[in-house]
């Protein structure tokens, strides 16, 4: 059984990580036609960390500012207000040469309409950047068939980029992208105009550069399923970024705080509904978790209260009225017991995982443990209520430190229910399946509410 000091090292504030970023957008505010009547804001105020050696996806829908982030990452666009540093300079303060230089050797860029000269070759495509440097003839057809080689293109070197179909071009760019040996390789939809199998074969290349070369991978996409290939997704909207989501089948690179790494089901339901909010989510979240047998004009009305009662705009005398009353007279029609029965259960989630926010929010270095040790005591009778089973000493004692775990976010759901389903004597709870997802689903669905209210206000 561990310490109280090694219970409370998931919120240690002087264990977050402090390495400097590659990539440091800070305030990024990005205006087209700025002072005219056609003035449009493209980004703003986007604070972006991006570390050495991290696959980054910007994910969003058309508009949202993702190709804007990425071209002030590469220098083609100066900020309105705000800086962006890239290995400590801010690059548009670079005289003309130092940024010609810093766009040849440190980035190498991507287009989704590949950008080959349909008049050369396949290999002077790829070895156009090095012509551009004075590298010699000799030297740079060396690195541009190593790179068509890797790639599984060499055999196309002397073709016209007019005879290759869209999954050789794309290769071909990426050879192109990277035959200056840069740092960050930039990818702005990439695989937007290729077939399945194309896509997934360049998806997968991008994956091999970053973990066999340990280049920093920045892609843009507005598609859900190339999410996972990502250490982090920075969701943007309407210019702002969002949220920003750690995957947690990945290592990561850029050290997050406690608890921010915790896959709770709102993450789930992010993967199946990538555009919403996190309001939203969570309005899906508490729905799931209330409906049993309703159609669905009875679920707009309750997904309504329930966003309602999330926005703190609706209270529980409220809520249980809609609930009671009748189908055609706007409620969803629960009886009195059932309507009572959720009413309690989504008001008593509410409160406990606001206590989750308090928490986070204003947890102290020298109070942290007292305060997580209450809090954990709390989130355990609550739980135990629901559940209505009985523990004995060590159980309980072994419970706190379970339910410390998965809320510090150093273990995760399947290690803590793997925990309540082992046996006392080999350091578990020794409880039954049934009894362990009952407590595994209530924590969860705390998890879910207080950690994405905190993903959403950071």
Do not use: W
């Amino acid at each position: 059984m561990r310490t109280s000091k090694e219970r409370s090292v998931g919120f240690r504030i002087s264990e977050l990580n402090m390495a400097k970023a590659q990539i440091f957008a800070k305030n990024l505010e990005v205006t087209y036609n700025e002072g005219k009547s056609n003035e449009f804001k493209a980004s703003r105020d986007l604070n972006v960390e991006i570390f050495a050696g991290e696959y980054i996806i910007l994910f969003g829908p058309s508009g949202c500012g993702k190709s804007t982030l990425l071209y002030s990452i590469l220098g083609a666009l100066p900020p309105s207000r705000g800086q962006m540093l890239v290995k400590g300079d801010d690059i548009y303060k670079y005289e003309q040469d130092q940024l010609v230089n810093f766009q040849r050797n440190v980035i190498g860029i991507m287009y989704q309409a590949f950008n080959l000269i349909p008049s050369i070759s396949v290999l002077d495509n790829v070895v156009l950047p090095q012509i551009f440097a004075s590298v010699d003839k000799a030297r740079r057809d060396n690195r541009g068939r190593d790179l068509l080689r890797r790639f599984g293109v060499d055999h196309i070197a002397n073709k016209l980029p007019t005879n290759l179909s869209g999954g050789q071009m794309q290769r071909v760019a990426v050879a192109r992208s990277l035959v200056n040996d840069p740092e960050i390789l930039l990818a702005d939809e990439p695989v937007g105009n290729l077939d399945s199998i194309s896509a997934e074969q360049v998806m997968n290349t991008l994956e091999q550069i970053n973990l066999n070369d340990k280049k920093t991978v920045i892609l843009v996409t507005h598609d859900a399923k190339y999410l996972p290939y990502a250490h982090r997704v920075y969701y943007l909207r309407d210019g702002k970024n969002e949220r920003e989501v750690p995957n947690p089948e990945k290592k990561q690179i850029k050290k997050v705080e406690a608890g921010k790494t915790i896959t709770t089901e709102i993450e789930k339901l992010a993967r199946m509904y990538p555009y919403s909010s996190i309001e939203e989510l969570r309005v899906k979240s508490l729905v799931n978790y209330l409906i049993e047998d309703i159609d669905f004009d009875q679920l707009v009305i309750l997904e309504k209260a329930v966003e309602d009662v999330i926005k703190g705009r609706m209270g529980d005398n409220r809520f249980l009225d809609i609930l009671n009353k009748r189908i055609g007279e706007g409620g969803v029609g629960f009886s009195k017991a059932r309507s009572e029965m959720i009413t309690k259960k989504i008001f008593t989630i509410m409160e406990e995982s606001r206590d989750i926010t308090r928490f986070r929010s204003t947890i102290d270095m020298d109070l942290g443990y007292y305060y997580q040790s209450r809090f954990v005591e709390r989130l355990k009778k609550y739980t135990l209520s629901e559940v209505k089973i009985k523990l004995s000493k060590e159980q309980h004692e072994r419970l706190d430190d379970f339910i410390s775990d998965r809320l510090t976010g150093l273990t995760r759901r399947h290690e803590f229910l793997l925990a309540l389903d082992k046996p006392v004597k080999e350091g578990g709870l020794g409880l039954n399946k049934k009894a362990s997802a009952l407590i595994s689903r209530h924590i969860e669905k705390l998890l879910a509410q207080g950690v994405s209210y905190i993903i959403a206000k950071h």
